[in-house]
């Protein structure tokens, strides 16, 4: 994770988003996937990566609208948009 673009004034919020996909990594893994943190810009975009069977994926639009950024948004409403930088 040391090549995550976290702004100091971001770090707590990094910290819930890490804990909402601690949640569903498991639904990802299981099918030999997962994702990754790699971003929280000024303006509240988080990017994530994506690895394993989840790049490619047919079902990654749902996967990432139906639970990503559901979970990540219970968690972190502010949260502006939420995007995979490898899609």
Do not use: F
């Amino acid at each position: 994770m040391n090549d995550q673009i976290i702004p100091e004034q971001h770090k707590e919020l990094a910290a819930r988003i890490e804990l909402a996909l601690s949640q569903i990594r498991p639904y990802l893994e299981a099918d030999q996937g997962d994702i990754t943190l790699k971003e929280i810009t000024d303006d509240l975009v988080v990017k994530l990566e994506l690895h394993g069977s989840c790049v490619g994926c047919s079902m990654i639009d749902m996967t990432m609208k139906g639970g990503v950024e559901s979970v990540i948004k219970n968690v972190a409403p502010e949260v502006k948009s939420i995007e995979a930088i490898n899609l």
